[in-house]
C-alpha cells in the first residue's frame, strides 16, 4: 500500500501531494510498471482522505499517461513507460505519438518539466529561460508599484491594440535595438504569438496561401491550418527559405504570405544573407497583396557582430509584418508577444478586428512598459547574453574535449540559445534518441522540425544542407540547462555513442 | 500657444502627460473644436521638448479622433466633438459611426473612460466593475506572496488548459455555486471568453452554423464570423433564445450549434424558464453534432431566489459548452475566462488543440488560484452582489421618485449588473441618445444591442417583447456608476424627456 507522510505536503492541497507522490513513486520506480495501484476506496481509508481526491488523483495520473485503469480490475502504473521528448511539442500525426499511451501531448509536456525536478533528468528539448538569472526582486518591486500606484487604472478595459504607453516603450526599445521605426499606434500586443498569428491570419484572409519555412518552427502552420488556411512547406537551403525550391514546387497556385524568420533561424541557426533577403524582397513586391511575416523572435541573442536589420527596416513596399516575443527573452511562461503592422493593414486591424478585447492583463502591461521604459528590460538582455554566452562556450568547451570530439560537428551561428550538433553514429536517429532518453537526457532531433506530411522514408527534404550521412542532428536548446548538468549530458552522449 | 507646468507631470512621460493635457484642454473647453493648434515645431520650442514627442502626441490625438491635419495647413481641434456612446463596443456597419472621424472605436472607448475622469460624465453604456469595492490589498498579497513562493515554477511554460491547481480551484467552485461536477482535466483556462470562442471554432468546425440571441451580446457573432463561420441570429421571444422564430426562418441549412445565456440574457436580462430550456435540450438531442454554448456570464449577481440550474446541468446528451469569465466578477481588465467541455469535446481538444500554448501568465494563474481556493473570491462576490444590491436599489428608488416616475418602466430580473429602462418621450431614440450625451450622460439603447443586417427601418426583430410603442429602451449598466453620480443621471433624464 502506498504510505505518505501528509505533515510534509506544506502548502500543497491534499489532491495536489498525493499526485506528485504517486508519481514520484511511478518515476523513481517504486511503483514499477503494470502493477496494480491500490483501489480507490481502499487508498482513500488508508490514508483517511475522500474517495473523490483519490479519484481525481487517479484521473489526472491516467489522462497523463502515467497509469491506466482496466475495467472491474483497477488501475495499472502504465507499463515500459518510455517518453520520446520534442522541444516544442508540434508534431501532429507523428508516428511516434500512437505508440504512447498519452494522448495530451501538452501533459506530456509538462511531465517532462516536473521530472526535471525529480531524479537529475538534463533536457534539452525544450527552451525554458535561463531561471537562475531571472530578475525577480525587480519584478517584485514593480508589481507591488504597479498595484499600489495605479489604482483603478488597472480595472478599466484596456484598448484592443495594449495599453498605449507599453506600446510606446516597445516603440523606443525597437527603435534603439533593432533600428525600426515603428510609431506605437501600428504596434499591437497580445497574449504569445500563437495569439498574433490569428489575429495576422483574420486580417489576411484565410484564403490566402502561407509558405513556411520547412524545417522550422511548426507552432504557426498549425495554427494556420487549425483556422482553415492552406499551408505549405518550403525546404530551406543553405542561406534559409529558397524561393528556389519554391519555384520547383508542383502547385496550383502560388503563396500570398511568406513566414521567415531571417534574423535566426529556428532550429537551424540560419541567419539569412543579404541576398537572400533581397530576392525575398524583389518577391513582394513583384504582386499586389503579398505579404511577409517576420518572426523575430531571438533576435536579443546574437553574441558577436552586429546584427543584420530586420527585413521591416529594409521593406519599402509596407507589407512586412514584424513580431517579436517575450517568451524568450523573460521566461515562456509570461505570455505578451507584440507586432508591427504596416499603415495599411494597421487600419485594417482598428476596423475589423478592433472590436476585440486585449488578451493580456492591465497589470502586466502596466508591469511590463515599466520594466522596458526604466531600462531593466535592457540590462536583463545583456545579463542574459553573457550567461547564455558563457553557458554556451562551456557545453561547447567540453563536448569538445570529450572523447567525442571527433565524432562532433557543431553549427555555430554566433546567436540564439540553441544551434545544431551532428554527431557521428552509426545508431539510428530514433534509437540513439530513446537510448540517451533512458540514460536521463532528452534531446530533440532536427527531423522533429520537419513538417511531418514531407517526411518520406528515406528522404530528408530540406535538410540536405544541415544533415550528414552517419551522423545524428540533434538541436540543442541550451538555454534551460543548468551548469552542472553538463558533465552529465556529455557523459551519457559519450556512453550512448560508444556503446553503440 | 498652449502652456504646461511639467513639474506637474509626476511619473508620467512627457508624451504621456502632454497627451492628457491637450486632451484635457479639448475636453474642457479650453481648446475650442477648429481651432488651429500650435505647429509640431512651434510647439517643441515653447515647452522645450522634442518635435517628434509632440508628433507622437499629434499623431495619437488624430487617431483618437480629438484633432485631426489638413495638409500643408496644420492641426485643428475637431469640430462638433459628439461622440455616441456604446458600452461594448460590438456594432459592425453601424450607420452611426461613419458620421465620426474615430476610426477607432476602441480608442474611442478608451476616450470614453479617460473621460469620465475629467468633468463628471457619466457613463451608463460600459460594463465597468464597481471599483470602490476592488480587493487590492488582497491582490497586493497574494501576488507578493506567488512571486515569493513559487519562484522557478512562476518561469515554466504552463500546459494549454491552464495550471491544474487553478482548474482543481474552479472545478470545486462550480460543485458549490452551479452544483456543477466538471473534473479539473474538462477545464480549460484562456485569456478572455472571446479566445475560448476562437477554440470553441477550431473544436466544432468552421462548416457549423452557428446560431445567435439577437438581441444579445454581439461579440461571439463577430468571431465566429471573423474565423469563417455562418451565422444566424435568432429573434428572442419574452423566454429568451426562440427555438419557434428559429423554424420560421428562411433558411437552407438549419443551424448546428446555439450559442445562449440562460442564466441572465444580456441585455435584456431575461433568466431562461425551465420549459424552455427543456425544449432547447430537446432540440439538442434531436440529432447528433448539435451543440450549445452556454454563457454564464453573471450568474454570480443573482439578487432574489435561488438560481436555475445551468443547462450544463441537466443535459445527458454531453454537448453544452459551459463559459464562464472573471472579467465581470473580478475585473474587465482581468484576462481569465473559462470553459467545461464535455467528456467527448475535452479529448478532441487535446488531440487538436493541445498544441497551443496557454494564453495567460503563470503568476495571474496562481494568483487566481490562490484567490479563489483560499476563499477570497466567494468574499469578494458576497460583497459585490451587497453593493450592486444597494447601487440598484438607490438607483431604482430615485428613479421613482422623480419628475419621470409616471414614465419609466422598468424591467427587472432580479439578476445581473444592468436592467432594461423604457422611458416614455416623443423623441426618436438616436435624438434621446444625443440628447443625453450633450448633457454628460452616456447611454447605451436596446437597439444597440442587434445585429445591424437583422434591423431595417420600422422593423424591431426580436425587440417586440421588450420594447414599447412610444418609449425608448436604455440598457443601463449601472455597475460602474458611481453614487454620487445618480442624482446628475436622473436629471439629465428628467430635463432630456421634459424639455422635449
Redesign the interface.
Known amino acids: 500500500m502506498i504510505t505518505l507522510d501528509f505533515t510534509q505536503r506544506g502548502?500543497l492541497?491534499l489532491?495536489?501531494y498525493l499526485?506528485r507522490e504517486v508519481k514520484k513513486k511511478i518515476l523513481n520506480g517504486e511503483l514499477k510498471g503494470s502493477e496494480k495501484l491500490p483501489s480507490k476506496r481502499g487508498l482513500s481509508v488508508h490514508l483517511g482522505i475522500s474517495v473523490i481526491t483519490v479519484q481525481?488523483v487517479y484521473?489526472?495520473l491516467i489522462?497523463e499517461g502515467y497509469i491506466f485503469s482496466r475495467e472491474k480490475t483497477g488501475y495499472f502504473v502504465t507499463p515500459d513507460l518510455e517518453i520520446f521528448t520534442k522541444g516544442r511539442?508540434?508534431k501532429?500525426g507523428d508516428p511516434e505519438s500512437s505508440s504512447l499511451c498519452y494522448?495530451?501531448?501538452?501533459?506530456q509536456?509538462?511531465k517532462y518539466?516536473e521530472e526535471k525536478e525529480y531524479g537529475d533528468f538534463v533536457n534539452l528539448s525544450?527552451s525554458?529561460?535561463g531561471?537562475e538569472k531571472?530578475p525577480?526582486s525587480v519584478?517584485?518591486r514593480i508589481?507591488?508599484e504597479v498595484?499600489?500606484?495605479k489604482?483603478?487604472e488597472?480595472?478599466?478595459?484596456?484598448?484592443?491594440?495594449g495599453i498605449?504607453?507599453l506600446r510606446?516603450a516597445l516603440s523606443e526599445h525597437l527603435k534603439t535595438f533593432r533600428n525600426i521605426q515603428a510609431?506605437?499606434?501600428r504596434i499591437v500586443i497580445g497574449?504569445?504569438s500563437?495569439?498574433l498569428y490569428?489575429l495576422i491570419l483574420?486580417l489576411l484572409g484565410?484564403e490566402k496561401i502561407f509558405a513556411l519555412e520547412n524545417p522550422g518552427y511548426l507552432?504557426p502552420g498549425?495554427?494556420f491550418k487549425?483556422?482553415?488556411a492552406e499551408c505549405v512547406p518550403v525546404p530551406l537551403d543553405s542561406s534559409g527559405f529558397s524561393l528556389e525550391s519554391l519555384k520547383k514546387m508542383p502547385l496550383k497556385k502560388s503563396p500570398d504570405v511568406l513566414h521567415v524568420s531571417p534574423s535566426h533561424h529556428f532550429p537551424t541557426g540560419i541567419t539569412m544573407p543579404v541576398k537572400r533577403r533581397n530576392e525575398i524582397l524583389r518577391w513582394l513586391e513583384e504582386k499586389k497583396d503579398r505579404w511577409i511575416i517576420e518572426d523575430d523572435y531571438d533576435s536579443e541573442f546574437r553574441f558577436s557582430g552586429k546584427p543584420l536589420e530586420p527585413l521591416q527596416r529594409a521593406d519599402a513596399s509596407g507589407r512586412v509584418i514584424y513580431l517579436n516575443t517575450f517568451?524568450r527573452t523573460i521566461?515562456?511562461?509570461?505570455?505578451?508577444s507584440y507586432m508591427v503592422l504596416p499603415e495599411s493593414l494597421s487600419?485594417v486591424f482598428?476596423?475589423?478586428?478592433?472590436?476585440?478585447?486585449?488578451?493580456?492583463?492591465?497589470?502586466?502591461q502596466f508591469a511590463l512598459s515599466e520594466f522596458i521604459?526604466r531600462g531593466f528590460f535592457e540590462k536583463h538582455l545583456i545579463r542574459m547574453k553573457n550567461y547564455y554566452r558563457n553557458l554556451r562556450n562551456e557545453l561547447i568547451g567540453k563536448l569538445n574535449n570529450s572523447l567525442l570530439k571527433d565524432k562532433i560537428h557543431i553549427r555555430e551561428e554566433d546567436s540564439g540559445i540553441h544551434f545544431i550538433m551532428n554527431l557521428k553514429t552509426d545508431l539510428p536517429e530514433k534509437e540513439f534518441k530513446k537510448r540517451a532518453f533512458e540514460k536521463g537526457l532528452g534531446l530533440s532531433l532536427l527531423s522533429d522540425y520537419v513538417y511531418p506530411e514531407t517526411l518520406s522514408p528515406g528522404k530528408t527534404a530540406g535538410l540536405d544542407s544541415f544533415m550528414e550521412q552517419g551522423f545524428v542532428s540533434i538541436v540543442v536548446n541550451y538555454s534551460g540547462l543548468k551548469k552542472n548538468k553538463i558533465e552529465k549530458l556529455v557523459s551519457v552522449l559519450e556512453e550512448v555513442v560508444l556503446d553503440s
Open positions: 502548502s492541497t489532491s495536489e499526485y481525481n484521473e489526472r489522462s511539442p508540434e501532429s494522448r495530451d501531448k501538452d501533459k509536456k509538462e518539466q525544450d525554458a529561460s531561471t531571472f525577480f519584478w517584485n508589481f507591488r498595484l499600489k500606484t489604482g483603478e488597472l480595472l478599466k478595459a484596456t484598448p484592443s491594440e498605449f504607453p510606446e510609431s506605437p499606434l497574449a504569445g500563437e495569439y490569428s483574420q484565410r507552432k498549425k495554427i487549425s483556422l482553415g517568451t521566461s515562456p511562461s509570461f505570455r505578451i487600419r482598428k476596423e475589423k478586428l478592433g472590436f476585440y478585447s486585449s488578451t493580456v492583463s492591465a497589470i502586466e521604459s
